[in-house]
């Protein structure tokens, strides 16, 4: 089965870029997307990379993509208090277009 | 605010109780989930409706059951549920035309506990 995992615990001072990585192992994932969540909240879809692109930015939002090793990363520039949260990797594998696999998470705290 | 509206926020119900859970998206999506979501874990899937029709059942137990009334709506039924079905309920959906993987769009869930 397909597996993507990710560091749990992310601290960083406020200002500072964050960023986040993620492995994944089906290489014939199609998307790949990152989610945030805030306490008690559901998922808020943050951005997504199609497998055939290897970098993707969005303001502060980063995403590079090494399908070779198959390694995803979200680079949050200007980290703010804001942007504390759980961040989810997930991927869509080729052919399964409804089943995304999310990662385990990784807890981002930002300290001012 | 998200596009996918989840009802209620909380639900506190016994093991006895039959409540439903609610979804509605007007974002003119076609395929509609349903994940549960422990504590510091991440969304597990349930349910998939693809134009109305369930297409995924993660080997859910009965005492769940899901329906899709039209291409806006999706409702959870629950019965006879047990105190580790305990969790957070996402709703989703997606656009899955044309071959293209639309990314999923979440509700904020619907926090149940069950006494």
């Known amino acids: 089965g397909e597996d993507v995992e990710q560091s749990l615990f992310l601290s960083v001072r406020e200002g500072d870029s964050s960023v986040i990585n993620c492995t994944y192992t089906?290489?014939?994932?199609?998307?790949l997307y990152w989610y945030k969540q805030e306490p008690g909240a559901g998922l808020q879809l943050l951005t997504y990379?199609?497998?055939?692109?290897d970098m993707k930015q969005d303001q502060r939002l980063t995403v590079l993509l090494n399908k070779k090793d198959k390694h995803l990363s979200l680079r949050i520039a200007d980290t703010q208090t804001g942007d504390s949260a759980i961040y989810f990797c997930?991927?869509?594998?080729?052919?399964?277009?409804?089943?995304?696999?999310f990662g385990t998470g990784t807890k981002l705290q930002v300290i001012p | 605010d998200t596009e996918v509206t989840q009802t209620p926020k909380h639900l506190v119900m016994g093991m006895t109780n039959k409540k439903s859970l609610k979804c509605e998206q007007h974002?003119?999506?076609?395929?509609m989930y349903w994940y549960k979501q422990k504590a510091k874990k991440p969304p597990e899937l349930m349910f998939v409706?693809?134009?109305?029709?369930?297409?995924i059942n993660e080997s859910v137990p009965s005492r769940f059951s899901p329906e899709c009334p039209n291409s806006s709506l999706l409702n959870l039924h629950l019965h006879a549920l047990q105190p580790e079905d305990s969790a957070l309920y996402l709703c989703?959906?997606?656009?899955?035309?044309?071959?293209?993987?639309?990314?999923?769009?979440f509700g904020d869930g619907t926090r149940l506990s069950i006494l």
């Open positions: 989703a959906s997606s656009q899955p035309d044309r071959g293209n993987n639309q990314p999923q769009h």
């Open positions: 089906d290489s014939s994932s199609t998307y």
């Open positions: 990379i199609f497998s055939n692109m």
């Open positions: 997930a991927e869509t594998p080729s052919g399964g277009y409804q089943k995304v696999t």
């Open positions: 974002m003119g999506h076609r395929a």
């Open positions: 409706y693809s134009y109305e029709k369930l297409s």
